[in-house]
T-cell receptor
């Protein structure tokens, strides 16, 4: 059972376009992180959100944690070819479960 | 360089065989996580160790087992291999038991023929 569903699964856009990736769950997460993975490498952390409703910005990337801490979104403004990669949300359910699960992934391709 | 080392990087073996994947976490990190990634999909959580003790199990098959040694390195043992076990296996480490950034190794690509 995949507890973190991401949408869309695939996204191919032109350079300069905006996009939003969603990460949804029916479970509450104590914190949520976004990672980006490039081919042949392990995922690398982009951001951590902890508080419901929290918004964080990283240059052209804006991350939001849902008020109920069950969902999150990643918005990219004016996408560039360097943004191409696999975007993964990941969450810790807390409460002593010690499981750290990843979403289904969104593969983004930005065309020049 | 994340500081997490995984060996081997590539492994080709036959069905029915057994392999061991090794992970050395970042210096000072007590938590080690193992994940399986198939065909550029998301990562499936397998197991989590903290300071030598198993803390959580995910979708890990009974044919698979893992352990974390006193020096904090970890091994993932895969036995009675099947074609469907072909995947990238990632190890990640972090300092705390349930918080903080995960640092990933480059993965071990297993091909079962």
């Amino acid at each position: 059972t995949q507890l973190l569903e991401q949408s869309p699964q695939f996204l191919s856009i032109q350079e300069g376009e905006n996009l939003t990736v969603y990460c949804n769950s029916s479970s509450v997460f104590s914190s949520l992180q976004w990672y980006r993975q490039e081919p042949g490498e392990g995922p690398v952390l982009l951001v951590t959100v902890v508080t419901g409703g929290e918004v964080k910005k990283l240059k052209r990337l804006t991350f939001q944690f849902g008020d109920a801490r069950k969902d999150s979104s990643l918005h990219i403004t004016a996408a560039q070819p360097g943004d191409t990669g696999l975007y993964l949300c990941a969450g810790s359910m807390g409460g002593g479960t010690y499981k750290y699960i990843f979403g289904t992934g969104t593969r983004l391709k930005v065309l020049a | 360089d994340s500081g997490v080392t995984q060996t081997p990087k590539h492994l080709i073996t036959a069905t029915g065989q057994r392999v061991t994947l090794r992970c050395s976490p970042r210096s000072g990190d007590l938590s080690v996580y193992w994940y399986q990634q198939s065909l550029d999909q998301g990562l499936q959580f397998l197991i989590h160790y903290y300071n030598g003790e198993e803390r959580a199990k995910g979708n890990i098959l009974e044919r698979f087992s893992a352990q974390q040694f006193p020096d904090l390195h970890s091994e993932l043992n895969l036995s009675s291999l099947e074609l469907g076990d072909s995947a990238l296996y990632f190890c990640a480490s972090r300092t705390g038991v349930d918080t903080g950034e995960l640092f990933f190794g480059e993965g071990s690509r297993l091909t079962v023929l």
